[in-house]
């Protein structure tokens, strides 16, 4: 014991070492000092300005003078900071680089707002442009203004400037010297702005087609010398008429320019017209009959391939009918207070000497410590000593825990890819994570995905985004009140920013009837029903399930047209049909991708059973390849809710809080979601990885100002219409059971066969006392009531009931 005492005490560092350390690390040291650089950097600007007017006076009191020597009550200095600021101002603005000595107090500026946490600049960034500013600076002055100067003491350029100057011009001559200032300017330029280069590129080629047409225009008038008088005459009249119409021609520019806001929003000018909607045969992209071509032209017949030539005629937008629609704007998003917080640093340090602290104590030691702060969570990543085993660590989750007071420990012991330990603890004061953030950002705005959902941001402050078609279905799943609405709202809008309505449509299932109201005003823009649908925000089961039949009638008819067209995906397919190659009236049509959201599907499978999971695992298993994709929401983690065939076709899950390890493993076949702290801290999970993410936040009344937004504008006459489906009648089912005359004793056998899991009709028969005949009626009935499976020989029926409350549910809806 004295031994490990010793060794323990070897170990840990000085005090005096530790309270430097935290001293140089706080949050107070750094503020105090950026005031600091702050206050001086005001001071030599005075200074600056003082030696314009003063310099020149000044200039023979601190002439060969050490500031020691000038730091006297009587030294009769005249700038307005004093001795110190005439020697400094004398030294960088006359000794060193002239009027470019700005960039020292720029540089100075930005140093101490970045240590006062008030503005979050990269300082080497701004330290190379103002190291170019003070040289590049100094030598155009010097090399320009040779003979310019503010007093008889002070060149433009400084003394750096004059003789780098002189040196230039001795070795590469006056000519030179210009090339070498106008090719470090555009270098410079490049450093700051990516855009020097495309702009260049395009300079250039602007010049050299313009030299181009110009000795075109040239052999042209002195092959057609009358042409060319002709020409002259008609360029000057329509000179004149410009200097007419002047102001109409730029209204009428204009007009023609879209506007675009935020990389996506295109706005149109002028009025729109009523909108009507096409028929598929006036949509044929046949070629105009204006053209003077001979008829069996406009007549072809496309190949049996399918394929069809429209090649000569422009690509087909789809679009164009609602050409005057105008994506939501950034505006309609709100921002936060607290999204951009300055890191507590005394917080870290203090959750990093705890860390160790805690290990310590167990006798483990560890070679290094590294954070990285998120939002809401801050990784520590540890590299224990050699011969430390990771489920040592892996045990101690709760003791650090207590010892950092904080709720939702995590450990990752190893993190996937990196040598190290990694262990998540929640932040003191957590950030929002705005919606606005997340779609105003420049990963959002270029992305390239084809369904593009920005779910939140990472532990490294990364914004997290995934492509819904690569997914191609997602799982979601959490206790009540801990963001799981938040997130579809959030994967709704990121969708609505991004896609246009003729690309997209929205198959929305709400059984509770208050989640997905507030995009009722987006039907004739998004949304799809069936055509006998009064609404289009799905709440009845019986609807439901025959909305969900209709998907797959779908499904097997885009598939129908894959094959006809002969590609293997959607994407192919519409590639085909844009380029005219795909005739209409063999029934080829542009096909938008259909996003399936179902909010409660705990709810649904309790209430309708089989009838529901199984077309819901046929659209999972086969829709991916024609635009069809699945998000269905639950806050029932259990395994009779989420079954093996949901998670078999359900790559993609997300996890947000659940109460128990139990319901973690059902969600993500793993633990973690138990040790999350709530308020949309989610782990993501695709196949092997793990994510952790804090979901974006989108307000109601944000969402609704965006459904509002789109639904102001002109959509289409009516919702998308899904195949129609005509069900079973209620009373009637198959072998011509008729239900409305069932056996008295249906109801008590129905709950015997779910209690038991049972559908054989022995035990009916055992159970009830009765003969056979009747026990065998009885059980014609459970089939066609869709309670017990068809009859399949010796063995006995499948039960599609899991247990009575789901009978109960189903026979409200039948009886």
């Not at 009550?73 to 005249?78: D, H």
């Not at 002028?270 to 007549?299: A, C, H, Q, R, W």
């Not at 950034?330 to 917080?347: G, H, Q, S, T, W």
């Amino acid at each position: 014991m004295a031994k490990k005492k010793v060794e323990k005490k070897a170990s840990t560092p000085s005090p005096t070492i530790s309270k430097i350390k935290q001293f140089f690390g706080s949050e107070i040291t750094h503020f105090i000092t950026g005031l600091a650089f702050f206050v001086f950097d005001i001071l030599l600007i005075v200074s600056y300005i003082s030696f314009f007017y003063t310099g020149a006076i000044d200039q023979s009191k601190i002439d060969n003078k050490s500031l020691i020597d000038l730091m006297s009550v009587s030294n009769g200095i005249e700038n307005w900071a004093g001795s110190i600021g005439a020697f400094l101002s004398d030294l960088f603005l006359n000794k060193s680089f002239g009027v470019s000595s700005i960039f020292i107090f720029y540089f100075l500026g930005v140093l101490s707002l970045r240590l006062m946490k008030a503005t979050q600049s990269k300082l080497f960034k701004h330290f190379i442009i103002s190291v170019s500013g003070l040289i590049w600076g100094s030598l155009f002055f010097g090399f320009f203004f040779v003979n310019s100067y503010i007093s008889e003491f002070l060149y433009l350029g400084g003394v750096h400037g004059f003789y780098l100057s002189q040196l230039l011009q001795a070795n590469v001559g006056w000519i030179g010297t210009c090339l070498l200032i106008l090719g470090l300017f555009v270098l410079a330029l490049i450093f700051i702005n990516a855009n020097t280069i495309p702009f260049l590129r395009k300079l250039f080629s602007l010049s050299f087609l313009a030299k181009k047409e110009k000795s075109e225009d040239e052999l042209m008038a002195a092959d057609n010398p009358e042409d060319s008088l002709a020409v002259e005459i008609l360029d000057d009249a329509e000179h004149d008429t410009d200097l007419v119409d002047d102001d109409e021609s730029e209204e009428d520019l204009t007009d023609d320019k879209p506007i675009v806001i935020e990389n996506s929003d295109w706005i149109s000018s002028g009025e729109e017209e009523d909108f009507v909607m096409p028929d598929p045969v006036d949509e044929t992209p046949y070629l105009s009959k204006d053209v003077d071509e001979p008829d069996f032209i406009i007549e072809k017949t496309p190949v049996e391939n399918e394929e069809w030539d429209g090649s000569t005629m422009a690509a087909y937008d789809p679009t164009l009918d609602l050409s005057s629609y105008k994506y939501p704007t950034v505006d309609l998003l709100r921002k936060y207070d607290n999204a951009d917080l300055p890191i507590n640093m005394e917080e870290q340090s203090a959750n990093k000497n705890r860390i160790i602290e805690t290990l310590e104590n167990y006798g483990i030691k560890i070679s290094s410590i590294k954070a990285t702060v998120g939002p809401t969570i801050t990784l520590y990543e540890i590299v224990p000593e050699a011969g430390v085993r990771i489920s040592k660590i892996r045990n101690l989750e709760d003791d650090i825990a207590l010892s950092l007071a904080a709720l939702g420990i995590r450990i990752i012991a190893p993190i996937p890819g990196k040598g190290t330990i990694g262990i998540e603890v929640p932040n003191k004061d957590p950030q929002i994570v705005s919606m606005q953030s997340i779609i105003a950002s420049r990963k959002f705005q270029e992305s390239k995905f084809d369904l593009p959902i920005a779910i939140g941001k990472t532990i490294t402050n990364e914004i997290f985004m995934v492509d819904l078609c690569k997914m191609p279905h997602i799982l979601v799943a959490g206790a009540t009140g801990q963001g799981k609405s938040v997130g579809l709202n959030a994967i709704i809008t990121s969708l609505l920013y991004k896609k246009h309505p003729s690309q997209l449509k929205f198959v929305l299932v709400d059984p509770k009837k208050v989640e997905f109201n507030i995009y009722s005003n987006i039907e004739r823009h998004f949304l799809a029903k069936l055509p006998d649908g009064e609404e289009a925000i799905i709440t009845d089961v019986t609807k439901v399930v025959n909305t969900l039949k209709s998907i797959t009638i779908e499904m097997d008819n885009r598939y129908d047209l894959l094959q006809k067209a002969h590609v293997r995906n959607i994407k192919e397919y519409n590639d085909k049909f844009i380029n005219r190659k795909l005739n209409p009236e063999k029934g080829h049509r542009f096909m938008p991708y259909i996003v399936v959201i179902i909010d409660e599907f705990g709810d649904l499978i309790m209430t309708a059973g089989k009838d529901v999971e199984l077309p819901i695992a046929r659209i999972a298993q086969l829709a991916r390849a024609v635009g069809i994709h699945m998000i269905i929401a639950t806050q029932r983690p259990s395994t009779n809710i989420i079954t093996g065939t949901i998670k078999a076709n359900f790559p993609a899950r997300v996890a947000f809080r659940v109460s128990s390890m139990i319901d973690s493993r059902t969600i993500l076949d793993t633990p973690g979601a138990n040790q999350l702290i709530g308020r949309g801290d989610l782990l993501f999970s695709q196949g092997s990885d793990l994510m952790r993410v804090q979901c974006a936040f989108v307000d109601t009344p944000e969402v609704e100002e965006i459904a509002d937004y789109i639904g102001n504008q002109k959509g289409y006459p009516n919702a998308y219409y899904l195949p129609e489906y005509v069900g079973d009648e209620s009373a009637k089912t198959l072998s011509g059971v008729d239900l409305n005359d069932r056996d008295p004793l249906f109801e008590e056998a129905a709950r015997i066969v779910v209690m038991q899991q049972q559908g054989s009709t022995s035990l009916i028969q055992r159970k009830m006392s009765l003969g056979y005949n009747r026990a065998g009626r009885i059980m014609d009935q459970l089939e066609a009531a869709g309670i017990v499976g068809a009859f399949e020989g010796s063995k006995a029926r499948q039960v599609l009931m899991d247990d009575e409350v789901q009978l109960e549910h189903h026979l409200k809806n039948i009886l």
